[in-house]
């Protein structure tokens, strides 16, 4: 990739990142009887609902943060029942994190609040944008799964 197209693209991701920080990462107020979940917990719970479960090094990898900082965050997510940890059966010393039944259904309820916001805030674009941002969103996801392979 030349200079300027990353140049163009670090311009693209800039911009972007804080009215979805803003919008998108924190909890919406459709969520608000929900418990209050810091949003690493619930990308946690999301990348545990796609995998089954995963070693606390594959998912802090996934996560991009540290083996100690996703110890603290598995620890509070299973103390309120949304994960459970297991050991490896040929090493004990690996431990496995998956998503319980409770977790995987408060995912649900945060799924249903954001769909809702999402609805919401979007309605002042027309039906055409919203097919634009679907098209374009969807090959951006494309792309990130092609880097992550």
């Given at each position: 990739m030349?200079?300027?197209?990353?140049?163009?693209?670090?311009?693209l991701?800039?911009?972007?990142?804080?009215?979805?920080?803003k919008?998108?990462?924190?909890?919406?107020?459709?969520?608000k009887?929900?418990?209050?979940?810091p949003?690493?917990?619930?990308f946690?719970l999301?990348?545990?609902?796609?995998?089954?479960?995963?070693?606390?090094g594959?998912?802090?990898d996934?996560?991009?943060?540290?083996?100690?900082?996703l110890?603290?965050?598995v620890?509070?997510?299973?103390?309120?029942?949304?994960?459970?940890?297991?050991?490896?059966?040929?090493?004990?010393?690996?431990?496995?994190?998956?998503?319980?039944?409770k977790?995987?259904?408060l995912?649900?309820k945060?799924?249903?609040?954001?769909?809702?916001?999402?609805?919401?805030?979007?309605?002042?674009?027309?039906d055409?944008?919203i097919?634009?941002l679907?098209?374009?969103?969807?090959?951006?996801v494309?792309?990130?799964?092609k880097?992550?392979?």
């Open positions: 030349n200079i300027e197209k990353a140049e163009e693209l670090v311009h991701i800039f911009r972007t990142a804080p009215p979805f920080r919008n998108y990462i924190r909890q919406p107020e459709q969520a009887d929900l418990p209050r979940i949003h690493h917990h619930l946690c999301i990348i545990l609902s796609r995998g089954g479960k995963e070693t606390m594959s998912l802090a996934k996560m991009g943060v540290s083996v100690q900082q110890t603290r965050i620890g509070e997510l299973a103390q309120h029942g949304f994960v459970e940890r297991t050991q490896g059966e040929e090493n004990r010393r690996v431990i496995y994190v998956s998503a319980t039944e977790g995987r259904e995912l649900s945060f799924y249903r609040a954001a769909c809702e916001h999402v609805r919401e805030h979007f309605s002042a674009l027309s055409e944008d097919d634009a679907i098209f374009h969103m969807g090959e951006v494309k792309l990130l799964d880097m992550e392979q």
